[in-house]
């Protein structure tokens, strides 16, 4: 009987993946193989200004190189495509129409610099600034006047109600819209829509069944389970991955080319990288080379390190 698990790998390309991004890359393809799953590619091309083609095909060759392999997506094709974001638009145009007949969308005149004052205080955590609903109650009039002199963000409008779900590496999560997210922005004022909308829309349309993604972006799940009930989809399962940092505790950047594939590929063999990252995140004792299909044989959830983690010194030479 074929399984049921439906995972996705969906980078960003803007700019060559590095040794954080290939772990979550590891964890989402071990998981749903060793489940006898499949796995969509999608490239979340959404931002015109960060994006290039270039960091695309990188992407594509890298996986290969790797031996993490999908069964549709970008490079392989497929009944659900397009797979980059980019060429989506139709199906988000379609969804914000949906979310407008709710009577649940605005928009939003806020520039950045007037968003900090008209945002409550910061979520206690993360110094992120909660919006609170300055331009949902405008009139027709202040709509139209601050029209002619700025174009408008659109906001969802989120309700006062506690959003619950199981992760599971973080376990029990639970956060309440209104009081620690406010209406957020499903289309930016240059025409760009959301993140939060887009990979919604795109993870109901390709049958994803399975998430496994860095925890930086757990707090974003609460608005896109609220989505995922307006728009009729249901919910995935969610693995949120321990972040990959420096010995220094400094986040790994694509910006900063920290352990690029482009420098890995340059010194390691591809299972030279996979043993390493096994060895770091739980999944075997040693950092011996091994094959990613080796590694689907014994992987388990109830193996891999719950908290964040830090490279060791010598273990990848920068």
Known sequence: MASSVVGR????????????????????????????GRLVLRIEDIDPERSRDEYARL?????????????????????HGPYRQSERTPVYEEALRRLDAMGLLYPCFCSRAELHD?????????????????????????????????????????????????????GPQAQNLQ???????????????????????????????????????????????????????????YYHVPLLLAPDGRRLSKRERDLDMGALRARYGAEEILGRLAFLTGLRETA?????????????????????????EGLFKS
């Open 9 to 36: 790998f969906a980078p960003s390309p803007s700019g060559r993946m590095h040794l954080g991004n290939v772990m979550s890359a590891l964890l989402c393809w071990l998981s749903a193989r060793s489940a006898g």
């Open 59 to 79: 992407i594509v060759e890298d996986l290969r190189f790797l031996g993490l392999d999908w069964d549709e997506g970008e490079g392989a094709g497929g009944t």
């Open 179 to 237: 009081e620690e997210c406010g209406d957020f922005i499903v289309r930016r004022s240059d025409g760009a829509f959301a993140y939060q909308l887009a990979v919604v829309v795109d993870d109901i349309a390709m049958g994803v069944t399975q998430v496994v993604r860095g925890r930086d972006l757990l707090d974003s799940t609460p608005r896109q389970l609220y989505l995922y009930r307006l728009l009729g989809g249901q919910p995935p399962t």
């Open 118 to 170: 008209v945002t409550r205080a910061p979520h206690a955590s993360d110094g992120r600034l909660i919006y609170g609903g300055r331009c949902r109650n405008l009139n027709a009039h202040e709509r139209a006047e601050l029209s002619a002199r700025r174009r408008p963000s659109l906001r969802l409008c989120v309700p006062d109600e506690t959003i619950r779900f199981v992760d599971g590496l973080c």
């Open 288 to 312: 011996a080379p091994v094959e990613a299909r080796a590694l689907a044989e014994t992987f388990s959830w109830s193996r891999v390190r719950r908290d964040n983690l830090y490279l060791p």
